[in-house]
């Protein structure tokens, strides 16, 4: 197969997409077609046409369905403790707050269960939202500048809230974020790191700020 071959029936899948989205998903494989220095390699990476489309029309299905309000929410064991957080974000909303409650807890709004998982591992909450698209660093960039984040896909909607016991104190906090956000509010954090392709972030006093991100 042919990076035009490719790109042909990979437009043909996405024929249930808005004609602004699908024209502005092709361009972005058009984008990154030219990075790859080897087209086989680059089909063989992205996988079928097929399969990746499936993947886009599930990206865009929340927007064009409407507002989804599926909460899910789920308590850790009173015996786990954590002294660091690890978010992997691709377009949610994060919120970091202290509770009375003594369990840690989280809640996930408008977010697959498939696209989610969070575990607490040697003391590390770490928590991840499936990555969409497989991007490169200068196609990102591209589908950015094409990409309207409040009409093709409403991260805003997509919201994942943090709840951890008062006197908690965190050794750090580390946050990877494609188009999402994160705000923090009277948590006792030593060290933020991380990035934010597209977001924004938010902390009230009660944090150390070593690292910015």
């Not at 996405?14 to 086989?40: C, G, M, W």
């Not at 079928?48 to 899910?72: C, M, R, T, W």
């Not at 960039?141 to 008062?166: D, G, W």
């Amino acid at each position: 197969m042919t990076k035009d071959q490719f790109l042909t029936e990979l437009n043909s899948y996405l024929s249930v997409l808005k004609p602004e989205d699908r024209k502005n998903t092709i361009e972005f494989y058009e984008e990154y077609f030219e990075d790859a220095e080897n087209e086989e390699a680059a089909i063989e990476e992205l996988g079928s046409p097929k399969k990746l489309a499936e993947e886009i029309i599930d990206f865009h299905k929340a927007s064009y369905k409407g507002e989804n309000n599926q909460v899910v929410s789920q308590q850790f064991s009173q015996d786990d403790s954590i002294s660091e957080i690890i978010l992997n974000i691709t377009a949610a909303s994060v919120l970091i707050r202290v509770t009375q409650e003594e369990k840690i807890e989280y809640t996930t709004q408008n977010i697959a269960d498939d696209d989610f998982s969070a575990k607490i591992e040697n003391g590390k909450l770490i928590i991840k939202e499936k990555p969409v698209f497989f991007f490169s660093k200068k196609g990102f960039a591209s589908f950015l500048e094409n990409f309207n984040i409040n009409t093709s896909f409403n991260a805003a909607n997509r919201e994942i809230s943090i709840n951890i016991p008062k006197n908690t104190n965190l050794v750090k906090l580390e946050f990877n974020s494609q188009m999402g956000s994160l705000k923090i509010e009277d948590v006792n954090i030593e060290i933020i790191e991380g990035y934010t392709t597209c977001g924004n972030f938010f902390g009230k006093r009660k944090f150390t700020q070593k690292n910015r991100l």
